[in-house]
């Protein structure tokens, strides 16, 4: 059973740039979150997406967009980059009904500059 | 909205019980969730509890009380692995988001 993967690992952009993350969930699962980590932090939730349909959003503005593909993969995209969207960007898959137990990948590090 | 409140630091020896508390605020509750989530690593999950009561798992426990708005995480035979940071979350709303509290980084000392 393969886990949650995501790329890149690390990411430097500058402000007002775009960047798109990218997450490939656990196998058999079909409903993926996003969440934004900030150092010293508890995850704050981004979005999430179920059969590439968005299912619930947090309090994130539009910039924050995502995707969601057939075969589960999603990606994450931000655009007109601040500084303050540096941190951890965290994918999490969790089975079908049971969202508290969510599998999370090993982040992406974004710092804008 | 929601919000949950758990203490930011908890210090206890090696072997040692140690209780990590969680308020929270939500409508529309489904359960309360526990992560463990190792400096530089990822969250992973520890349990859940949806109903009244104690849950079991090994070392750890997981208490909850709908009617006080409470649960807790309870780490028996502390190790020193065992340092990192605890966070509850609840699952609210429309049960399709996750919010999770703030963290408590527990230290376990020799």
């Known amino acids: 059973e393969t886990g949650v993967t995501q790329s890149p690992t690390h990411l430097i952009k500058t402000r007002g740039q775009q960047v798109t993350l990218r997450c490939s969930s656990q196998?058999?699962?079909?409903?993926v979150s996003w969440y934004q980590q900030a150092l010293g932090q508890g995850p704050q939730f981004i979005f999430q997406?179920?059969?590439?349909?968005?299912?619930g959003r947090g309090n994130f503005p539009p910039r924050f967009s995502g995707l969601q593909f057939p075969n589960y993969s999603s990606e994450l995209n931000v655009n007109a980059l601040e500084l303050d969207d540096s941190a951890l960007y965290l994918c999490a898959s969790s089975p079908t009904g049971a969202l508290y137990e969510q599998y999370f990948g090993p982040g992406t590090r974004l710092t804008v500059t | 909205g929601q919000s949950l409140e758990q203490p930011s630091e908890v210090t206890a020896v090696e072997g040692a019980i140690v209780q990590i508390n969680c308020t929270y605020q939500?409508?529309?509750?489904?359960?309360l969730s526990w992560y463990q989530q190792h400096d530089g690593g990822a969250p992973t999950f520890l349990s859940y509890n949806a109903l009244d009561g104690l849950e079991e798992t090994g070392r750890f426990s997981s208490f909850l009380s709908r009617s006080d708005s409470y649960g807790y995480l309870l780490l028996q035979e502390l190790q020193m692995k065992d340092s990192a940071s605890y966070f509850c979350a609840v699952q609210g709303n429309a049960g399709n988001m996750l919010t999770f509290g703030g963290g408590t980084r527990l230290m376990v000392k020799p």
């Open positions: 997406y179920y059969r590439e349909e968005e299912n």
């Open positions: 196998s058999g699962h079909n409903t």
């Open positions: 939500t409508s529309g509750f489904y359960g």
